[in-house]
């Protein structure tokens, strides 16, 4: 990763009990899903912030609507793959900037169904070719098939979570109202 040292290399302390079979962080790839992740994201951010004062979510959610002439709540949340209560807070910021509107359906109340406004698609718009061109330049140095081979390889990562996460892999539970969660339990 880039890190000088100026001396001899010393482990922390207990890594000399760990085995040398386990992979590191950086080589595995969710993490590296991650760092690619983490170094475009400050890319886009700024471009939606600091250009069209909106967030990445509101981008995210405003680009998804800006695809269909009306969503419900839960189905810009699904395909925006948010949670409901972002989502929510995120649509309400674009409804008081004008950008998207919520209507209730006129069958069931319960359900509000998501479109984007006029000034919304024309914001939509006007980001959408430069998020492409600046999607493209990260990628420039990957040939056309490397990014059809990438896009298809994370297509199927996707689905294979998906699945592990329906068949319950993972029986654990995070516990965000306990800080350290299970940790603090074995100190």
Known sequence: MGIKTTGP??????????PDCLPTLDEMLMFKLYR???AGNPIFTRL???RFNITRREWRLLAIAGQYDSLTSTQLAHVA?????????AVGSLCSKGLL????DLYDARTVHISVTKRGLNL?????????????????????EEVQALGVMLDRIVSRAGRM???D???ERTHRSRPGGHLKDTF
Request: some cysteine; glycine content about 6%; hydrophobic content about 45%.
């Open 124 to 144: 939509y718009r006007e980001i959408m070719p430069l998020v492409a061109s600046l999607n493209d330049v990260i990628f420039q140095d990957l040939g056309a």
């Open 165 to 167: 996460i329906e068949d």
């Open 48 to 50: 939606c912030e600091g």
């Open 9 to 18: 290399v010393r482990k922390s302390v207990g890594a000399a009990d760990l």
């Open 101 to 104: 509107e919520r209507s209730r």
């Open 81 to 89: 793959a948010l949670d409901a209560p972002r989502t929510s807070r």
């Open 36 to 38: 690619a992740w983490a």
């Open 169 to 171: 892999l993972v029986k």
